[in-house]
């Protein structure tokens, strides 16, 4: 469903001159899989992510996303994810229902498929009290709930969430990965960003840790946290990107 193709973003400092970004990496997504892309600040997580998104041009290399190229038929990519960055922000002085109708006119779905698409959300993503709420009431936890249901709206069959719960308290946190593993029992494709590595062993099938833009490890969760004794994903991941400096 996602497939990535010896991908490279390079920036241009005016100082500091050229800045790879991300370093020729690939690797896969399949459906109804959870991917973790795991790494520290400013590792390449965000920067890869919204490439896929259409939302930065790769230097080189290429992707595929649910069959579209992310160069060539990037509408196509865009109809077909749901993208959830960790600093995404809602209008305060609108509803969570105003919030949703006004992200399914933009989604392109037709004005009667929205209420109903709410309807089905309501439950599951616990909407019943923050529908008639105006988003500046809300706190960050149930922000991000809304968050996440506006990103599912349209029913994508791939969801990008880059660093989903920074911010959240514990119960919010847990709240959001509960969706997430939600999200892959029902054949979606997840992409999930994260530097916490309890948070990749609680949702991710497969992880790679990507350091200073270059992918150092991937594979299952079990095989790369049995790079080290103790079986610890923090540990494996302290062990392979030990070597990279600060």
Known sequence: MIQ????????????????????????????????GLLGRNGAGKTTTLRML?????????????????????AGEVRRSIGYLSGDTKLYDRLTGKEILEYFGALAGMEPAAVPRRIAELRDPFGLGD???????????????????ARVVLHDPPVLIF???????????????????????????????????MTEAERVCDEVAIIEKGDILAQG????????????SLEDAFVEVVGGRGP
């Open 4 to 35: 990535v193709e010896k991908l490279t973003k390079t920036f241009h400092d005016r100082k500091r001159g050229e800045i790879a970004a991300v370093r020729g990496i690939s690797f896969a997504c399949q459906p109804g899989r959870v991917f």
């Open 53 to 73: 998104a259409t939302i930065l041009t790769p230097t080189s290399g290429t992707g595929t996303v649910a069959g579209f190229d992310i160069l060539r038929q």
């Open 130 to 148: 923050l529908l008639e709420k105006r988003v500046g009431r809300m706190s960050t936890g149930m922000k991000q709930r809304l968050s996440i």
């Open 162 to 196: 880059d660093e989903p719960t920074s911010g959240l308290d514990v119960l919010a946190a847990r709240e959001v990965l509960d969706l997430v593993r939600d999200f892959r029992g029902r054949g979606r494709t997840v992409i999930f960003s994260t530097h916490i």
């Open 220 to 231: 299952s969760v079990d095989s790369v946290r049995h790079r080290v004794a103790s079986g």
